[in-house]
């Protein structure tokens, strides 16, 4: 029989294999993807006509906090190695007509090689991480988990549970499974990325917009980046990037003219990029921080647990699934 198997390799799926392997079980992590990261997501800038050609940009999760001991440990780690740095902990909040306030909360992090950067560091002490392989089905032979015709010891799922749902054949199915994977709402986002030639807005670093029909965030990536790069992405409200998902960068003059009327903007920008997240965002989120099946090594994780949904809950709920796993593997040595 084949090893362990992690199909994810975001936050979430990679945390879990890095508990494993901690604990002396080794996975094979499994991403259809061509880089690790999953919705901790940044793309280099390529093709713009501007200055900012290869320049990275975060295009998924915003920012994180981190609040549980553990996670802590990590991210003091990579702070310490100049991967992640504290960014602020002071955001502007608007409405349709404009800045209304500036609130204070928990500090935010951010990391200058974008947020994917931090993923790749852990991916790297990992033996076997394999980009762009694309798992379609888990079904069962016995008390054996079969992964596109192999066996596998355990498998955990760590990615939305909507597309967990897609892969696992109904003989596996449990009532406690089910449970877990369809009890939760995804919203989709798109992000629109936008880059001007010189910064046209009052200093902000990131800012909700509340009430809005077309825009519900926009960070500014020149400070999330440290550079000051004149960069702007926003995320559309989820209501309506459903109506555009089919066709993304449809959506961008509505939001683009929303951007103007927010950050009272007095240039065009010079370059626009439109991304969809079908799955982005939880709207709710299991208290458990995982779930694991009783009869066969079957688990799930993400940030539809652990009381999410943040980037740090969805690190946790890997990390714990993968702890639990490999201590039932080894128990069964």
Known sequence: MSGALVVGAGISGIACATAMAEAGVIPLVVDRGRAVGGRMASRTLRDTGTAFDGRVVDIGASYFTVS???FRAVVDDWVTRGLARPWTDSFHVASSDGVDAVRTGPVRYA???GLRSLIADSASKLPEVWPSIDVTSITADGASLIVDGERRSA?????????????IDASLMTSALEASLTGITYEPVIAVTAVFDVQCWEDF???????DQVITWIANDGSRRGDDAPVLVAHVNPVLSVRHLEDPASVLPIVLATLRRVLSLTDQPVWVDAHRWTFAKPMTAHQEPFHLEESRLLGLSGDAWADGPKVETAWLSGHLLGRELARRLLDSD
């Open 111 to 113: 990391a200058n090689g």
């Open 155 to 167: 498998v955990a799922l760590c990615m939305p549970n909507a597309q967990a749902h897609r892969l």
């Open 68 to 70: 549980n001991p553990e």
């Open 205 to 211: 670093d990131g800012m909700f917009v509340n009430d």
